[in-house]
Nanobody, 121 residues
Framework: QVQLVESGGGLVQAGGSLRLSCAAS????????MGWYRQAPGNERELVAT???????NYADSVKGRFTISRDNAKNMVSLQMNSLKPEDTAVYYC???????????????WGQGTQVTVSS
């Protein structure tokens, strides 16, 4: 069974930093795109940043220049460094990955359980 486990959320003051990490585990043959999404109360889930297995990145306009996504392919991990945090960044952050299991022929999308990030003003 493939799982994504996140860590690193918490409470921080505006202007501060947090680092989120996500580790994929299970019988994994290959991981394609990995990324982070977030959902604030009353809002739909939205893309924050993605990264391909080759390292190409994509960011939401609202986080460009403040957030950096990275991954460690050897460890099946993806991280999100969040700097200059704003109250509007407050949300539950979800790890996302497209994974092909060792007994599968195609990729499936997986989600982590979510981690709360709260930015106080």
């Amino acid at each position: 069974q493939v799982q994504l486990v996140e860590s690193g959320g918490g409470l921080v003051q505006a202007g501060g930093s947090l680092r989120l990490s996500c580790a994929a585990s299970g019988r994994i043959a290959s991981i394609n795109r990995m990324g982070w999404y977030r959902q604030a109360p009353g809002n739909e889930r939205e893309l924050v940043a993605t990264i391909t297995s080759g390292g190409s990145t994509n960011y939401a306009d609202s986080v460009k220049g403040r957030f950096t996504i990275s991954r460690d392919n050897a460890k099946n991990m993806v991280s999100l460094q969040m700097n200059s945090l704003k109250p509007e960044d407050t949300a539950v952050y979800y790890c996302n990955a497209h994974i092909r299991g060792s007994d599968q022929f195609q990729y499936y999308q997986y989600w982590g359980q979510g981690t709360q990030v709260t930015v106080s003003s």
